[in-house]
């Protein structure tokens, strides 16, 4: 592949994980108003919040099959618009059958659409020879701020979810679309099973026992991650006693500082390794966890929430970056593996948090989350492959194996 396409490549994949930072800003910052729209009471709000990562998770297993027989760029082709039309429907609704439908095809379609973005992010990585996964992520923060800002206008004026939603699905979703012809474009074609076909190259087929550590890293991860997305917007206006415009203020402080992280983490991979980048991401998060619980006002909050999002924003990029190195030869399947695990952390954060704040109190929740990104602590040694540094300081010949 010629370096133009390379950067057609990058520039398109970056493009579709703002988008998705964009769609899942605006259904997350506004639960609170689609909880009151819909008449969804607080017992059963947790119910339809595990739903949308238990069909997720489904919608990944699905894609490691899939993308046996295609590459994960028509994946993501056609996944993405599929989320943007059900976020659209989630907005668009005045029964709680429709709610449920709109966030079970978007938890489906997000499966398949988060698996397919992270496969080519990390094929695009190898073909570089050097760390870019953290940009990848870091127009998806930028995505989140764009989408969790377009969410405070929307409580300010007091719209409709459906007017919030539908200009930014108006614009982004033929953007999306127009730009991923780049993602396969020019591309040699793979001869047979794409995932037959990697395993075929002497690569170490994927192993559950190997993989583990890091599913364990990426569901810590993601509890933490959960618990500021399904619960900070609650947390401040329950807890904190912020009004409903504030309270969607603690996602986007959350991915201002999770675009800063990961705009510079790429260099500090190239530098100190991945390792260290990973453990030093852990006890910044678990400290602002902390922070957070011990909260006596909204700007205490906002910042714990502002180190949280320093700490996690590096250990996602790297937990699909490391699987990849673990894997080489079969880096579609062990993404689509470990991308179940985000979910996971999805499944078990939103419940455990909600739970415990409903018997306990939510300050005492935020204890959980804290103690779980510790333990990742433990597993950082599971990034220390030596291709984490791509080289110490010079790139590896770039390569064609981008999907």
Request: net charge positive; hydrophobic share 50%.
């Amino acid at each position: 592949m010629t370096d133009a396409r390379l950067r057609h490549g990058r520039a398109s994949l970056t493009l579709s994980f703002f988008v998705q930072g964009v769609t899942f800003a605006l259904l997350v910052t506004r639960i609170p108003a689609i909880q009151d729209r819909y008449g969804i009471s607080d017992g059963l709000l947790p119910v339809f919040l595990a739903a949308v990562p238990i069909l997720a998770g489904a919608g990944s297993v699905v894609t490691e099959k899939v993308v046996a027989r295609v590459r994960p760029g028509v994946v993501l082709r056609w996944s993405q618009p599929v989320v943007m039309l059900a976020l659209l429907g989630a907005g668009a609704g005045d029964a709680l059958w429709q709610v449920a439908l709109a966030l079970g095809v978007f938890g489906i379609a997000v499966g398949a659409l988060d698996a397919s973005m992270n496969m080519m992010g990390v094929s695009l990585q190898r073909a570089y020879g050097r760390s870019i996964m953290l940009g990848f992520h870091a127009a998806y923060s930028l995505g989140g701020i764009a989408g969790a800002s377009m969410a405070w206008a929307g409580a300010h004026w007091d719209l409709s979810l459906l007017v919030s939603y539908l200009p930014a699905v108006v614009v982004l979703l033929p953007a999306a679309f127009v730009g991923s012809r780049w993602y396969t474009e020019g591309l040699p074609e793979r001869k047979g099973a794409g995932a037959e076909q990697e395993q075929g190259k002497g690569a170490v087929p994927v192993s559950f026992k190997l993989l583990l550590p890091l599913c364990l890293v990426m569901s810590f991860a993601y509890i933490g991650d959960s618990t500021v997305s399904n619960w900070s917007a609650k947390y401040l206006q329950d807890v904190l006693g912020s009004s409903e415009q504030m309270s969607t203020v603690p996602y986007n402080v959350y991915m201002v500082t999770t675009l800063l992280g990961r705009s510079v983490g790429d260099f500090g991979v190239r530098r100190f390794g991945a390792v260290a980048v990973v453990r030093g991401g852990s006890v910044l998060a678990a400290a602002g966890f902390g922070v957070v619980a011990v909260a006596g006002g909204t700007w205490t909050g906002m910042l714990g929430f502002t180190m949280l999002g320093l700490g996690l924003c590096v250990i996602v990029p790297q937990t699909f970056a490391a699987a990849g190195r673990m894997f080489p030869g079969a880096s579609d399947t062990a993404i689509a593996r470990l991308n179940v695990f985000n979910y996971v952390g999805f499944l078990v954060g939103s419940p455990l948090v909600g739970a415990l704040g409903d018997a306990w109190s939510y300050r005492g929740a935020m204890l959980v989350p804290m103690v779980l990104v510790l333990v990742m602590l433990v597993h950082a040694k599971s990034f220390g492959a030596e291709p984490a540094r791509y080289g110490g300081g010079h790139e590896r010949p770039r390569t064609a194996d981008v999907g």
